[in-house]
């Protein structure tokens, strides 16, 4: 069989296969396609040789969700809500995240005021319907929306994650009404109190779908052109994949589903060498990303904001916990207005791209610095297949960067690469040191384009003592997506004070979403599922997930249950109180349907590292460039050995060893670094 994973960066599209019976490789990767992204998708299988007709299975994750809503290109939405609720949306949480700050702004609502309707209906938190469903109201609103050209509803009634019979209902009622319309029911998209976060995760995939959903059946449509008949999955938030159809009806569910492949593929990397703990360092040709991997599993957080906790929107489904910064290799390095040196957050991206690529950029970056410095070879990016322009990158630093700073060519090149490590490093603290962990005991597992030429400068910031550069590292996201299992999440909000917890209804909780589950996986026969309950101290507004077994809830294990969030309390916050008495908020399910697993081969029998050449390249220092040997890492062997001051080529990136760090390559060809300088 034939599996093939296509991730579609912001300047790259990345394409990786594997055929398990020739237990072999291909990679392909091309310029994104922002006009028409399916074409880049279509360029890297032409690229790779494949035969399209033979892959028995892709696997796919795209931008398209997030930019849509970031760039605010969706569809013209209308929302519909309880009578009395109309300006929940627009009020939002009345907190300020930038209270020093006189001319913040929230961001501008994807509903305006004017297309938010309500009708005559309440349930409440109960469950319990206190004043039914009236037709005429909905139909009222229906018509109001209908004149406006509205192409997409969103509907959320209060307290429909209790009791979801009105918004069925209204549903039905809609598409009679507005049949061109697409539509989005809070029930079905997030089952859980609180609101605002409700209404805002319905109306973000309401306000994106139509154009996702063009998205998928191009895509479809464009693979069925070149003679693709196996099966599609696209990859979700949550690090699953899912089908297209669900990826069509709940597009918000893959708001993130191009980074979190790599961290699947570091989490599984990190449990073959023996690393259970480990942080995923992503760095692409537009942002960095850091997620943290704790005992082989990566960390998911219950939702987050799309565009940044001060003015996002909030998006509460399950998504793997991403921390991402405007440092990729595409990230413009500019002077503000006093004259200090900046880097990101605006990228060059595929087009114009950095000043090197030849494309007509004109602004200097952090690909062009490293040209500068001489890490990147002009000669080998990309294989040989795309040359660079090194003097022009030298001449855009000089010109923008250097001459107002009164400084060489290589003294701003190094000051570029020096702000970016900062501002990566920092993304690496926000998911460990911010979250009770410290860094030191972790790998750090580098990917993307960029990854592999920081990653040693990063860990020896942080004294981080080994870095693990994995196997295609610039198509890691890719080849994580070939490596994740279907996933699908549920919740449901039960209120109840933990003493007084009805486990029986825990467990018939449970077994509808398992059976929900089921109904929805093309890999359910052997599904697993992980329960998890949301509890907090009473009188709390936020809650720690607590994982539990469906066994502790049919034997009603509250002690059990309470020792497990004292202790993942006093780790979050080092205190907690087991006199105080807490309260359980909701149910959490994950339906995993486990895809078959690939077995990757090994490298040959160990030999020493002979390095292909030798040349200047400046290190910790713009003041002096130290002799560097030269590597192509398709000619290392297992066991081999390399010392820096040293650079690992390949096909899609770069390693970079400084002085002191040592590089062994495993079994399975990993490089394994011991950084020189870490603690």
């Excluded at 300020?96 to 702004?105: G, K, S, T, V």
């Amino acid at each position: 069989m034939i599996f093939v994973a296509v991730d579609i960066g912001g300047t790259f599209t990345d394409l990786i296969g594997f055929d398990d019976e020739a237990q072999a490789f291909v990679q392909a990767k091309s310029l994104t396609t922002p006009s028409e992204l399916t074409q880049g998708v279509i360029n890297c299988i032409r690229e790779s040789g494949l035969d399209a007709g033979k892959i028995d299975e892709l696997i796919h994750g795209s931008t398209t969700a997030i930019n849509t809503l970031i760039e605010r290109k969706g569809a013209k939405t209308g929302l519909i809500v309880t009578r009395g609720t109309r300006d929940v949306y627009i009020i939002g949480r009345g907190n300020r995240p930038e209270a020093y700050n006189l001319f913040f702004h929230r961001h501008k609502p994807l509903v305006s005021r004017r297309m938010t309707q309500e009708v005559d209906e309440r349930v409440l938190a109960s469950g319990k319907v206190y004043e039914p469903l009236k037709k005429a109201s909905l139909a009222a609103a229906c018509k109001a929306l209908k004149a406006e050209g509205i192409e997409a509803v969103a509907v959320c009634f209060l307290h429909a994650y209790a009791n979801p019979d009105h918004e069925r209902a209204a549903g039905v009622a809609i598409r009679k009404a507005m049949p061109d319309a697409y539509l989005s029911l809070s029930h079905d998209i997030l089952r859980e109190y609180r609101e605002f976060e409700r209404m805002s995760t319905t109306v973000v995939n309401a306000y994106i779908g139509p154009k996702v959903g063009g998205y998928v059946k191009s895509l479809k449509s464009s693979l069925g052109g070149v003679g693709f008949k196996g099966d599609l999955s696209i990859m979700r938030s949550n690090g699953g994949v899912m089908t297209p159809e669900v990826a069509t009806e709940r597009p918000v569910a893959m708001m993130e589903s191009g980074p979190v492949g790599g961290i699947i593929a570091s989490a599984q990397v990190g449990l073959a060498l023996g690393h259970s703990n480990v942080i995923s360092f992503d760095m692409g040709g537009t942002t960095a990303k850091a997620s943290l991997i704790r005992e082989g599993e990566p960390t998911l957080a219950p939702g987050y904001y799309v565009g940044g906790y001060a003015s996002g929107h909030p998006v509460m489904l399950p998504m793997i916990d991403v921390v991402e910064v405007g440092a990729g290799g595409g990230s413009i390095a500019w002077l503000d207005d006093v004259g200090a040196l900046k880097v990101g957050p605006q990228s060059a991206g595929a087009d114009p791209g950095p000043i090197c690529y030849r494309g007509g950029g004109t602004e200097p970056t952090i690909t062009d610095a490293n040209v500068v410095l001489g890490r990147l070879d002009p000669d080998n990016f990309l294989g040989g297949t795309m040359k660079l322009d090194a003097e022009g990158a030298k001449r855009g630093i000089e010109q923008k960067i250097a001459k107002p700073l009164k400084l060489d060519a290589v003294a701003a090149a190094q000051a570029i690469v020096d702000i970016s490590i900062n501002k990566m490093s920092l993304a690496v603290r926000e998911v460990s040191v911010a979250k009770g962990y410290d860094p030191r005991d972790f790998a750090l597992v580098a990917s993307g384009g960029a990854g592999p030429l920081h990653v040693c400068a990063i860990a020896r910031e942080l004294f981080i003592p080994t870095v693990i550069v994995p196997l295609f590292p610039s198509h890691f996201s890719a080849l994580g997506m070939l490596l994740a299992d279907e996933r699908h999440d549920f919740t449901r909000t039960v209120y109840s004070d933990l003493v007084k917890v009805d486990f029986d209804r825990l467990v018939k909780i449970h077994d509808e979403m398992a059976a929900e589950a089921k109904a929805g996986l093309r890999h359910g026969m052997d599904a697993q599922y992980q329960v998890s309950l949301d509890i907090r101290y009473l009188g709390q507004e936020f809650t720690l997930s607590v994982p539990v077994g469906l066994d502790q809830l049919k034997r009603a294990d509250r002690q059990g249950i309470r020792t497990a969030f004292d202790k993942l309390y006093e780790h979050r916050y080092a205190h907690y109180s087991p006199e105080e008495p807490v309260e359980m908020v909701n149910v959490r399910l994950g339906a995993i349907g486990k895809r078959p697993k690939l077995k990757f081969p090994g490298l040959g029998a160990a030999g020493a590292a002979t390095p292909s050449a030798e040349r200047p390249v400046y290190f910790s220092s713009a003041a002096k460039p130290l002799p560097a040997k030269i590597y192509r890492r398709e000619t290392l062997s297992a066991g081999a050995k390399i010392s820096g001051p040293a650079l690992v080529q390949e096909h899609g990136t770069t390693t970079v060893l400084f002085e002191n760090d040592t590089c062994r390559v495993a079994d399975t060809g990993e490089l394994i670094i011991s950084v020189g300088g870490a603690r």
